[in-house]
């Protein structure tokens, strides 16, 4: 079982930054594949980024190709997605999930957290 609590998210103008953070519990954090999706309003949850157990290798929509990074820490449990030059199209809530395989598709994603809302205004 892992529970997963993100943070991080909040207002921000067009060209700004942000950097969400997912703390996961349980021991075999280390053993899953993490990935970040977002929904916006009225839109299906889409994939943003996710990357594999060591951090070796990462997937990025491309949408957020050059914007957005994914990187993990599993000494702390946390996966972390930085998000740089915002647009307001960037405005969803942000999910972080874990797979068993780094090229899961969403419906093969485990468990959820309950998401941290992003807001960039224009």
């Known amino acids: 079982q892992v529970q997963l609590v993100e943070s991080g998210g909040g207002l921000v103008q067009a060209g700004g930054s942000l950097r969400l953070s997912c703390a996961a519990s349980g021991r075999t954090f280390s053993s899953y594949a993490m990935g970040w999706f977002r929904q916006a309003p009225g839109k299906e949850r889409e994939f943003v980024a996710a990357?594999?157990?060591?951090?070796?290798?990462?997937r990025h929509a491309d949408s957020v190709k050059g914007r957005f990074t994914i990187s993990r820490d599993n000494a702390k449990n946390t996966v972390y997605l930085q998000m740089n030059s915002l647009k307001p199209e960037d405005t969803a809530v942000y999910y972080c999930?874990?797979?068993?395989?780094?090229?899961?598709?969403?419906?093969?994603?485990?468990?959820w957290g309950q998401g941290t809302q992003v807001t960039v205004s224009s």
């Open positions: 990357i594999n157990w060591s951090g070796g290798i990462t």
């Open positions: 999930a874990a797979a068993k395989i780094v090229r899961a598709t969403m419906n093969e994603y485990d468990y």
